[in-house]
């Protein structure tokens, strides 16, 4: 129950967040979490995925795994400040831009989502999910509560940032003593050579794939950071980006019940396929009607939630309406990817995917700022979804799945006509009242969703919750 609490709360958080610091203030912050991120993705070393892999079919080696594990964790840990250290040396833009405390703090953000994201998985890899969301919980409701007294205190974004990181300390203290009672992991031993190599070989695709796609997630706000040098700019990006970014913690919720069936039942095409529709219906059900309706109504949507301040980027910001949609799709299709091994596969596409977004970014910021940069973002998580799609595609009735993205459409494209057409309410909540019951309306009336969709979901998570 206070995981879903905090679910809300967080979205609150992050609209007040984006409010209160004002879009330069903002675009500080969001650009020092994407490159610590970055940063942090070099050391990831494929381990989540991994010991998902490792101990979901043997549980009673829990313990050896993850003490494996959150060894390699650790000294990744090192890893990351000694990169961010030389980066701060010897570039001097940083030193110019950002001062000293201030990086420290947004670096340090970064190490504490590297620590949670493995400890996490490791209730995953033992289906535990009722300690994860315990984790979410502490993690979510804290920085909401802590960084909300700051902001309507001073505003000041190092103060911002080190009530932020109180909370994530806290988060990754109370995570570890659950994930060490669980596992009954014993961290006084270092692994030999060839345990180490026993996890991080089969993890090497995993971390290849973990790099490209965080520094994908993150490089609209690097790339238009470095390019323009305009933090405002990055600060209007962001506002659309972490909002969509937000609603993450829908498809993950529903795909942690279900990766773990995937990688029991990957070798049979049919159940897989089962989970494969039942996942995508339920998620496009929840992002179409709000993704479509924030695309449609963008000017209403960023007057209403962010303020006069966004007003000017509403149009850049309904982009990321569309991209909701997309992400969505894209941790289904990726989960099916990593559950059935085609990692290297999706990766040498990946990397070609990558250099035509980079050059993308290169060549339309400087002449289109933030609005080239939503659009370039949307681009490449369409394509992230279309080539992991296409590695697994034996796995897919692509007559049925095309058919139910089709059909969760109808609505909202005659939604968009008819607002084009001239739309006869001018109060931005019941434009957006209107047109977001009309467009759930559609995922009914077109029969995307079942009766006993979501109670086939609950079943899944009633066994991973105990």
Same mark, same amino acid.
């Given at each position: 129950m206070a995981n879903f609490i905090s679910k809300p709360v967080w979205i609150v958080f992050l609209v007040l967040t984006t409010r209160l610091l004002g879009s330069e203030q903002f675009g500080v912050f969001v650009y020092l979490i994407a490159v610590s991120n970055i940063i942090a993705a070099f050391f990831e070393m494929g381990l989540d995925l991994q010991i998902m892999r490792s101990i979901s079919p043997q549980k009673d080696r829990a313990g050896h795994f993850a003490g494996i594990s959150i060894i390699l964790r650790s000294l990744g840990v090192l890893g990351i400040i000694v990169v961010a250290g030389i980066l701060y040396v010897f570039d001097y833009q940083y030193q110019e831009e950002y001062t000293l405390p201030l990086y420290v703090m947004g670096i340090l953000q970064g190490i504490f989502l590297y620590i949670l994201s493995?400890?996490?998985?490791?209730? #995953?890899?033992?289906?535990?999910? =009722?300690?994860?969301?315990?984790?979410?919980?502490?993690?979510?409701?804290?920085?909401?509560?802590?960084?909300?007294?700051?902001?309507?205190?001073?505003?000041?974004?190092?103060?911002?940032?080190?009530? %932020?990181?109180?909370? @994530?300390?806290?988060?990754?203290?109370?995570?570890?003593? /659950?994930?060490?009672?669980?596992? =009954?992991?014993?961290?006084? =031993?270092?692994?030999?050579?060839?345990?180490?190599? !026993?996890?991080? =070989?089969?993890?090497?695709?995993?971390?290849?794939?973990?790099?490209?796609?965080? *520094?994908?997630?993150?490089?609209?706000?690097?790339?238009?950071?470095?390019? $323009?040098?305009?933090?405002?700019?990055?600060?209007?990006?962001?506002?659309?980006?972490?909002?969509?970014?937000?609603?993450?913690?829908?498809?993950?919720?529903?795909?942690?019940? &279900?990766?773990?069936?995937?990688? #029991?039942?990957?070798?049979? #095409?049919?159940?897989?396929?089962?989970?494969?529709?039942? @996942?995508?219906?339920?998620?496009?059900?929840?992002?179409?009607?709000?993704? *479509? *309706?924030?695309?449609?109504?963008?000017?209403?949507? $960023? @007057?209403?939630?962010?303020?006069?301040?966004?007003?000017?980027? @509403?149009?850049?910001?309904? &982009?990321?309406?569309? /991209?909701?949609?997309?992400?969505?799709?894209?941790?289904? +299709?990726?989960?099916? +990817? !990593?559950? *059935?091994?085609?990692?290297?596969?999706?990766?040498?596409?990946?990397?070609?995917?990558?250099?035509?977004?980079?050059?993308?970014?290169? %060549?339309?910021?400087?002449? %289109?700022?933030?609005?080239?940069?939503?659009?370039? $973002?949307?681009?490449?998580?369409?394509?992230?979804?279309l080539i992991n799609f296409w590695v697994t595609r034996k796995f897919y009735n692509i007559g049925t799945y095309v058919l139910n993205i089709a059909r969760t459409l109808v609505f909202p494209i005659a939604a968009w006509f008819y607002y084009q057409s001239g739309f006869p309410i001018e109060n931005h909540i019941l434009t957006l009242l209107v047109l977001g019951c009309w467009n759930l309306a559609g995922v009914f009336v077109m029969g995307l969703v079942k009766r006993d969709d979501l109670q086939q979901i609950l079943k899944l998570r009633s066994k991973t919750v105990h």
């Open positions: 493995h400890l996490r998985a490791l209730f #995953r890899s033992l289906e535990l999910l =009722k300690f994860e969301a315990i984790s979410l919980a502490v993690e979510k409701n804290l920085i909401a509560v802590l960084g909300l007294i700051i902001l309507f205190t001073s505003a000041d974004l190092y103060a911002f940032l080190t009530f %932020y990181n109180a909370g @994530s300390f806290v988060a990754v203290v109370v995570t570890l003593f /659950m994930a060490i009672k669980l596992t =009954k992991v014993r961290l006084n =031993k270092i692994p030999t050579r060839a345990e180490a190599a !026993s996890i991080l =070989k089969p993890a090497f695709p995993f971390a290849i794939m973990n790099i490209i796609q965080v *520094t994908y997630t993150r490089l609209g706000t690097v790339m238009l950071e470095r390019l $323009t040098g305009n933090q405002s700019w990055v600060g209007l990006y962001n506002a659309g980006s972490r909002f969509a970014g937000a609603f993450i913690v829908f498809p993950d919720t529903i795909m942690a019940a &279900v990766y773990p069936v995937f990688c #029991r039942v990957y070798d049979q #095409r049919d159940k897989m396929w089962d989970l494969i529709q039942l @996942s995508s219906r339920i998620l496009l059900a929840l992002a179409v009607p709000i993704g *479509t *309706t924030i695309f449609i109504a963008h000017y209403e949507f $960023t @007057s209403l939630v962010f303020g006069d301040g966004y007003i000017e980027a @509403s149009a850049a910001i309904g &982009v990321f309406g569309l /991209m909701l949609i997309a992400n969505s799709q894209v941790f289904i +299709v990726g989960s099916v +990817v !990593s559950a *059935t091994g085609n990692q290297m596969s999706v990766n040498k596409l990946f990397a070609v995917i990558f250099v035509i977004s980079v050059s993308a970014y290169i %060549y339309f910021i400087p002449q %289109y700022g933030y609005m080239a940069a939503a659009w370039i $973002t949307l681009w490449d998580q369409i394509a992230l979804f």
